[in-house]
């Protein structure tokens, strides 16, 4: 039986503010594009993430990486805000705690990224 791909390719919408409709707009994207590829990802896969974050003047100098990422990090396991009991949207992944190695940027979009970021989920290789 041949292998099943893990490398999934989004194009990010826009940060808008606040947070949780980004999350929630973040998740639309990923759900579709892991819908469309027929991945299904497992508790076992150790993941990693690249991430291109594209932010305009002057909210690129006041966006931190960190708090994005958590974002990101937390509409991947259906996390919108509230309460973490409250689960109220589909896993993308079981756990967060497989995600291995994160490399994340930002930088100002190029003209044909329409202010798109980018977000590729892949397998972990260890080095």
């Known amino acids: 039986m ?9 194009r990010l ?7 949780n409709e980004w999350r929630k707009k973040l998740h639309a994207s990923i759900m579709t594009a892991i819908k469309d590829s027929g991945i299904e990802y497992t508790t076992d896969q150790k993941l990693e993430l690249l991430i291109t974050l594209y932010l ?24 919108m805000g509230g309460s973490k009991k409250e689960q109220q949207f589909e896993r993308l992944i079981p756990n967060d705690s497989q995600i291995y190695k994160v490399t994340i940027r930002k930088k100002k979009p190029p003209i044909q990224s329409h202010g798109l970021g980018h977000l590729e989920i892949r397998k972990y290789r260890e080095v």
């Open 13 to 19: 919408p826009k940060y808008e503010a606040p947070q």
């Open 56 to 79: 305009e003047d002057p909210y690129i100098r006041f966006h931190d990486v960190d708090n994005r990422l958590k974002d990101i990090m937390d509409s991947l396991q259906g996390r």
């Open 2 to 10: 041949a292998k099943q791909p893990l490398r999934l390719k989004v």
